[in-house]
């Protein structure tokens, strides 16, 4: 019963922090500059410069109670010109 209440609570807190980025991102396309961003969700993976726009990658591995990696979750990141959040996806790394 231990381990199942604890296998609930790491979903729970692993689907939370995620949840909590995706809001995130949907609630700052548009008008989060590249400083919002990173100082919300670090410094990125990787950074790619298409002309004027910039488009960042961000892997976010997750762990089970055991620090076993169990997945990960990706975003990639577009921004303008004026270093804004234009759009955003979602991807399995």
Known sequence: MWLL?????????????VA????????GTGHATQQDVASKLGQPSEKQLDGTAETWVYRFQRFDSMEHPIGCEGYKLHFDQRQVL???SEFDC
């Open 5 to 17: 209440r604890t296998l609930i609570g790491l979903c729970l807190f692993v689907n939370g922090c």
């Open 20 to 27: 909590a980025n995706v809001r995130y991102l949907e609630e």
């Open 86 to 88: 234009r759009k955003w």
